[in-house]
């Protein structure tokens, strides 16, 4: 096969080795952590479009935190099928959250602009229709206002029943703890939409923009501007994650475009690491699984060196994120991998054989937002 598969084999799983020992040098890294006793308004928005599974749970949990009510106010921006907007209409007559219903969808981008727009409050909050929030995740992130700008809390899925609900399980809590602790060395971009908190001052400066990844590049602007971002993983929003390997299939076609399409637009090095990360672990372990049951001498070192890395570096993570009863589930984490590079490889045939050539396949509403 030539010296180039093998070569890009091996790099990926020596950019995973390094991505490892520099978390593992990150958790020496101690955290600023303070508990700010201010209890300051918040206004917390949510975008919400064909939502009727999941938004009531998600409204239910924002209406029993645990944060004083007169100080908060739920904005709902969207709509969708009959079912969702009629369940937002049902807490808006009840007096317990501000509906704006969205005829026309115009994007998540648009909806949490307007949410900004009516928010009243000096503390702007976000979360998604699809997550359900713990008790005390809004008390939690206000008190580390001290901290940083903004607050992120990062996101679960919920590892209770099949084979692919704990393999999304353990890639979300792994990655979430990655970026979490290695950001104490790098400025990274951070995964927030799912549920987080800032001070009115940066949503003055900066907007969403139109965009898949409108969270990434907010994030992203946000620290160019110089507001600071901490992390409270104290409550974590349980978010909905795939149930099964078709699902996992549609968040890689989502996924695709705006690693090809949106990350370029964002000119860093972390941006630029994401692309050549993304691209290696799609195309890289199935050759490397090749080469290691074909007995390749370099190959099985290298394997060897990453089951034995991977291991320390796993058992750091569920000892940083509290989930140390976990660790049956290096197993799902090694599936996941391949599972996830397997689907990338079909997601990326079927894009470059859509017939179109274009993006509406995957993401019709990026492409007639206004």
């Known amino acids: 096969m030539g010296p180039v598969l093998p070569f890009l084999a091996i790099s990926w799983v020596l950019l995973i080795l390094l991505i490892e020992l520099l978390y593992l040098v990150s958790l020496l890294i101690p955290e600023k952590i303070t508990h700010a006793k201010i209890q300051p308004t918040v206004s917390i928005i949510v975008a ?3 939502e009727e599974e999941r938004v009531e749970k998600c409204l239910n949990s924002l209406l029993k935190q645990d944060y004083p ?9 969207g709509g969708g099928d009959n079912k969702t907007v009629s369940i937002c209409q049902k807490f808006a007559k009840q007096g317990e959250i501000k509906f704006i219903h969205e005829k026309t969808r115009q994007g998540k981008w648009w909806a949490l602009n307007k949410g900004i727009e009516l928010a009243k409050n000096e503390i702007i909050a976000f979360t998604d229709a699809d997550c359900v929030l713990p008790a005390r995740w809004l008390s939690n992130l206000v008190s580390r206002l001290d901290d940083g700008d903004i607050i992120i809390s990062p996101y679960i899925y919920s590892s209770e029943k099949t084979l692919v609900h704990k393999m999304s399980f353990i890639i979300a809590l792994v990655v979430n703890s990655m970026f979490r602790h290695i950001s104490k060395i790098f400025k990274l971009i951070s995964f927030f939409g799912f549920g987080c908190l800032m001070k009115r001052k ?7 923009k139109k965009s898949f990844v409108e969270d990434l ?3 992203y602007e946000a620290q160019k501007a110089g507001f600071r971002i901490a992390f409270d993983n104290r409550a974590r929003p349980q978010e909905a994650g795939p149930d099964s390997l078709l699902d996992m299939a549609k968040l890689l076609r989502r996924v695709t475009p705006a690693v090809l399409f949106e990350l370029p637009k964002i000119p860093n090095f972390t941006s630029f690491f994401i692309i050549i990360y993304s691209f290696l672990s799609v195309f890289s372990p199935p050759f490397f699984i090749y080469y290691l049951i074909m007995g390749d001498q370099r190959t099985i070192l290298t394997g060897v060196t990453f089951i034995i890395v991977s291991l320390i570096f796993f058992i750091a993570v569920l000892s940083s994120e509290g989930y140390i009863s976990r660790l049956r589930y290096f197993l799902h984490l090694l599936i996941a991998i391949l599972v996830f590079a ?5 997601e990326m045939i079927v894009m470059i054989l859509n017939k179109n050539k274009d993006w509406g396949y995957i ?4 492409n007639k937002a206004q």
């Open 48 to 50: 919400v479009w064909n």
């Open 69 to 77: 009510k007169i100080k908060t106010e739920i904005i709902v921006v």
């Open 202 to 208: 940066v949503v003055e400066k900066v907007k969403f």
């Open 217 to 219: 590049i907010f994030s």
């Open 342 to 346: 397997l689907l990338g490889i079909k």
């Open 363 to 366: 993401w019709p509403i990026y």
